[in-house]
């Protein structure tokens, strides 16, 4: 049983040894061990030229990853939360995504910013937005969201290993959560396809699609509704651009329900992308009932327990859904 | 190089070289400066003369191209400042690295792309340098990144650039360039901080033509002195309208640079002729007279050959067929950059990712799939 945060940690640590240029730079990466100790350890290991400190420059910093990405090195830019990103948010669209576009392919960005993202625990309104909608509407980017440990490390191995930029968005209340990693998972070659989803339980009655940390939401819910009879079949997109719709429609086809997760504001997001996609695609004939959208409240996200704990995807959310679409 | 043909006069005429007085530079944070004087030889002097020209056609005939309405969208042009880009060129190595913001035909030449694909770049043709893909803001080649539009973006870019250069111990530096009025965006101040913390090898240049657009320099900044603005960064002004000022101060920063001192700052005061884009007359918030007083005083062309006839580096002659030559170069350009075909349909989709297998794009509906090659 591996945490996130330790698999994390491992990814960074053998790519770090792999490929001298690979670097890590953030805010109290180094000497601090991270902010949320994903980078525990490094700076010891691999010293000031591998594992940089910043100061609080999120602009500054995230263009001088960009610039160096652009020459020969292949930066891991870490934001605290993604949304500190929203000050460097330029450096990643103008700088980051549109210039291999821009330079018809004679510049390449091989960069990662990872962080982690979307709601914590009482945080407040100002640290718990999510980000899958606003990055992932960029052509040029890639943008993953990890939920289990063996995600987390292959993702991240194969963000680093990817010659575009990549946006990996964490968890922060993933990190401390264990589970099972295989053999396999845990070598050092190891490495999740960026652009492939994949289907954390099989079921037959109702397709449930989701990213992050509402897949572990939507397996409870599933749990809780096979007592019932209800067999949910739940996807883990892993990947939000490029977007694996393919085994949506595939399961979507098989079950003819739709129901999708997402922590992230209902408008213009993830789960308003996959409807309109099964609207345009084979499956949408397949569809018994419309698809339905489970999401974040449409707030900022406020402080007090009751009020937080609301506007969130809850596994009830889950279930009134799925009871709603199959209209049981 | 380019031959030049000497009408009536010999080579055994002319001198080989001679000595100039340059104007010293203003410092900040420096016990001494460049030198001020300046050698020039013959050779270096026909070079620099032949490159600010060409600059100086190019520009004049993209003015012409966009008010033809064959070039569109953004425009900006260097008339006026070619001694920077010329100067900053010939101080530093193919091997360093140059990035600038959208005023950057100038150095997209200086930097080796010919005018023919410059100028087929802002027709946006096939055979423009980037396929037509990037247009005026966004050309580029090796060891020059272009070509920026989000004002004063490409500052923490070109300090990333030179953290490369120091990552791997190549002794190369980086001239990051902005105008005087990107030189108030924050996010340069954050990148003075962070280049002085970690020594990068990083030339910041300010190319301050008076003007943000249409906001003079005294309106948008409570300091003028950008070459202090880096604080605790060492800094010069120079003269940017004299290409032996600029080549001596860049020469003198480099040193700098590579004997891992750390970041310098150079100011380098120029003027642009044109207004801030082709959609700016420019003649709004500057009077004629004032650009007139420029062009007549003060024209970087003019002065470097004056300074070549006047000590018998040149003749007026030889210095009018190298106009000749670059006339025809432009023309040629222009013609090869309005008859090249627009780039093919399916170009579209390409270039997304880098190394990538192939994929498909959306269209502007979800019939319409462009494919994607790398």
Redesign the interface.
């Known amino acids: 049983q591996v945490t996130v945060r330790d698999a994390l940690n491992q990814a960074l640590d053998e790519e770090l040894e792999r490929d001298e240029r690979v670097?890590l730079l953030g805010e109290e990466v180094a000497q601090y061990d991270g902010a949320y100790k994903i980078s525990r350890g490094l700076w010891k290991k691999y010293g000031d030229?591998r594992v940089?400190d910043?100061?609080i420059?999120e602009?500054?910093?995230?263009?001088?990853?960009?610039?160096?990405?652009?020459?020969?090195?292949r930066p891991v830019c870490e934001f605290m939360t993604f949304n500190f990103s929203m000050q460097a948010i330029?450096?990643v669209i103008?700088?980051a995504a549109k210039t291999?576009?821009?330079?018809?392919?004679?510049?390449?960005?091989?960069i990662v910013f990872r962080g982690p993202n979307g709601a914590s625990a009482g945080v407040g309104a100002q640290h718990s937005q999510c980000f899958a909608a606003w990055y992932g509407h960029c052509?040029?980017l890639?943008v993953v969201s990890p939920w289990s440990s063996e995600d987390a490390k292959g993702l991240l191995k194969a963000s680093i290993r990817d010659?575009?930029p990549v946006v990996m968005l964490e968890n922060e209340l993933l990190y401390g959560v264990p589970f099972e990693m295989t053999e396999q998972a845990q070598s050092k070659d190891f490495v999740v396809p960026i652009g492939k989803a994949k289907i954390e339980r099989q079921g037959t009655h109702v397709t449930l699609v989701s990213h992050s940390r509402p897949v572990g939401h939507c397996l409870e819910a599933a749990a809780v509704l096979a007592k019932e009879g209800v067999e949910c079949e739940v996807i883990n997109l892993r990947t939000i651009r490029?977007m694996d719709i393919e085994m949506v429609e595939a399961s979507v086809v098989k079950t003819n329900h739709l129901v999708t997760v997402e922590g992230g504001w209902p408008q213009f997001g993830v789960g308003a992308e996959i409807c309109a996609r099964i609207m345009?695609g084979s499956a949408f004939n397949y569809l018994d009932a419309p698809a339905v959208r489970v999401t974040g409240a449409d707030v900022p996200m406020p402080y007090a327990k009751i009020l937080e704990d609301n506007c969130i995807p809850q596994v009830k959310d889950i279930i009134f859904a799925v009871k709603k679409t199959l209209n049981v | 190089a380019s031959r030049v043909m000497v009408a009536s006069r010999n080579y055994a005429d002319f001198a080989s070289e001679a000595t100039f007085e340059i104007k010293k530079c203003d410092l900040h944070r420096l016990e001494e400066g460049p030198s001020t004087t300046a050698v020039m030889t013959r050779e270096e002097g026909l070079h620099y003369y032949k490159t600010m020209q060409t600059i100086r056609c190019m520009e004049l005939k993209s003015d012409q191209l966009y008010k033809q309405k064959i070039i569109r969208g953004f425009c900006h042009l260097y008339d006026g400042q070619e001694a920077c880009c010329v100067g900053l060129e010939v101080a530093i190595k193919p091997t360093d690295h140059v990035i600038t913001a959208y005023r950057a035909h100038g150095f997209t030449y200086a930097r080796g792309v010919p005018v023919r694909e410059i100028l087929a770049e802002l027709t946006g043709r096939k055979g423009g340098c980037v396929k037509g893909k990037g247009g005026s803001m966004h050309m580029y080649t090796k060891n020059f990144y272009g070509g920026n539009g989000i004002v004063g973006a490409q500052v923490p870019l070109g300090a990333g650039i030179a953290l490369a250069c120091k990552y791997f111990g190549k002794n190369e530096v980086c001239l990051t360039l902005y105008g005087d009025g990107a030189a108030n965006q924050g996010q340069i101040f954050e990148t003075y901080n962070l280049a002085a913390l970690w020594k990068l090898p990083c030339i910041f240049i300010c190319e301050n033509n008076r003007y943000g657009m249409g906001t003079s320099v005294e309106r948008a900044a409570a300091s003028t002195d950008y070459y202090k603005r880096g604080d605790f960064i060492p800094g010069l002004r120079v003269d940017g309208m004299d290409v032996l000022c600029v080549r001596e101060a860049t020469k003198f920063a480099v040193e700098h640079c590579r004997a891992g001192k750390g970041p310098i700052l150079m100011e380098l005061q120029t003027y642009r002729y044109h207004g801030h884009s082709m959609s700016d007359p420019g003649i709004s918030y500057r009077t004629r007279e004032e650009i007139q007083e420029v062009r007549s005083k003060s024209d970087p062309i003019t002065l470097l050959k004056d300074r070549m006839v006047n000590n018998n580096l040149a003749s007026i002659e030889e210095l009018k067929e190298i106009d000749v030559a670059v006339r025809k170069e432009i023309e040629e350009a222009a013609q090869f950059a309005t008859t090249d075909p627009e780039p093919p349909l399916e170009e579209l989709g390409n270039n997304i990712y880098f190394n990538e297998p192939p994929f498909e794009v959306r269209g502007p509906n979800q019939w319409i799939r462009y494919k994607s090659v790398s």
Not at chain 1, 59 to 73: D, E, N, T, Y
Not at chain 1, 100 to 110: E, F, K, L, R, T
């Open positions: 670097f030229k940089i910043t100061p420059s602009m500054g910093f995230a263009g001088i990853a960009v610039g160096a990405a652009m020459v020969w090195l330029d450096q103008n700088s291999c576009y821009m330079s018809a392919g004679s510049i390449s960005v091989p052509p040029g890639k010659d575009n490029p345009e």
